[in-house]
């Protein structure tokens, strides 16, 4: 059996495959139908993943300094790194907006500020109500902390933004470079407690030397920071979904006020 | 399950994930069926974009 050539077979490969082709993921059309296998199964993963962590965790022994309130580790910490992941993945979107002008990275950014915003504001809390049992205080102006609350901060701007400004195209453009402006905060956030004095513990799991967390902790951690990724895809790609909605509705509706006019 | 004497923390925190992760969900549920049932409205009245006709 000899081989098809190479442009042959490009048009004959499954749906499937075709679904995850580059040029396919530009498509708004094309992602809506994407939307629709991805938002179940990630949500799916993020509750399975998420439950598991949680129930490992609160089988996993106390912490002998922190005693019982090492709990809120297993939601304090993955909504840290989602508060950071998020708003690296909108400076990414925000190069895709700037610089290469993919159709979708205007709308993955601006989606995953809310999100983002959520997560950093879930993380500001829990550090709250665990800080007030083992520092004595709900908040101090510690490096970490404060520059945590400067991340909230920069997303609350990022979403002001895109709602100040009606022409979605100068919106998407403005908010991306605040965005980029603004990811210099990012890299000080997780150094903030190796370059200042600071009395928040340093890293614990990725650090040289590997994880300082014995592993009955970390495993739990690391389960439920998985359901907290898987959700925090989930929820984005449906913010997505419902973006390009909006857009097509927005269009919808100026067609159909067009075709009244002219009736 | 003892907490502890830091039970109250403990809750408080899960009880705050719970409202945070429910109100995402929640909201960008609604937001879907609103922008659903709209463009369903809108191409119930013969709405079309150029490139679906």
């Avoid at chain 1, 997303?155 to 002001?160: D, K, S, T």
């Avoid at chain 1, 407690?193 to 014995?214: D, N, Y």
């Avoid at chain 1, 925090?232 to 390009?244: G, S």
């Amino acid at each position: 059996m000899t081989a098809s050539p190479p442009a042959l077979r490009s048009r004959s490969r499954p749906d499937n495959q075709a679904l995850l082709s580059r040029s396919d993921l530009a498509s708004p059309h094309r992602f809506l139908s994407l939307a629709r296998v991805l938002v179940p199964t990630f949500a799916a993963l993020a509750l399975v993943l998420t439950g598991l962590g949680l129930v490992l965790g609160f089988r996993a022994p106390p912490d002998y300094q922190q005693g019982e309130t090492v709990r809120i580790m297993y939601i304090h910490v993955p909504a840290a790194w989602i508060s950071l992941a998020a708003y690296t993945l909108m400076a990414v979107a925000s190069l895709g907006t700037l610089v290469w002008r993919h159709p979708l990275a205007d709308v993955a950014a601006k989606t995953a500020a809310p999100i983002g915003a959520a997560f950093c504001l879930l993380c500001l809390v829990t550090g709250a109500l665990w800080g007030r049992p083992m520092w004595g205080a709900y908040w101090v102006w510690d490096p970490r902390l404060t520059s945590e609350l400067v991340l909230f901060l920069l997303y609350l701007g990022v979403i002001a933004l895109w709602n100040a400004i009606e022409d979605a195209g100068r919106a998407g453009r403005a908010a991306a470079i605040l965005t980029l402006v603004g990811f210099i905060n990012v890299p000080i956030v997780k150094f903030s407690v190796e370059w200042w004095s600071s009395l928040h513990q340093g890293a614990s799991v990725f650090r040289p030397g590997g994880p300082a967390i014995h592993p009955s902790i970390l495993w739990p951690l690391m389960i439920s920071a998985a359901g907290f990724t898987a959700l925090f895809f989930a929820l984005h790609v449906a913010a997505m979904r419902n973006e390009i909605l909006r857009r097509r509705l927005r269009t919808l509706g100026i067609l159909a006020a067009a075709e009244a006019d002219v009736r | 399950m003892d907490l502890g004497p830091h039970a109250g923390f403990i809750v408080a925190a899960y009880a705050a994930a719970a409202i945070v992760v429910s109100a995402l969900v929640l909201w960008i549920s609604a937001d879907y069926r609103g922008l659903a049932r709209s463009i369903a409205e809108l191409e119930a009245r013969g709405a079309k974009r150029r490139s679906d006709r």
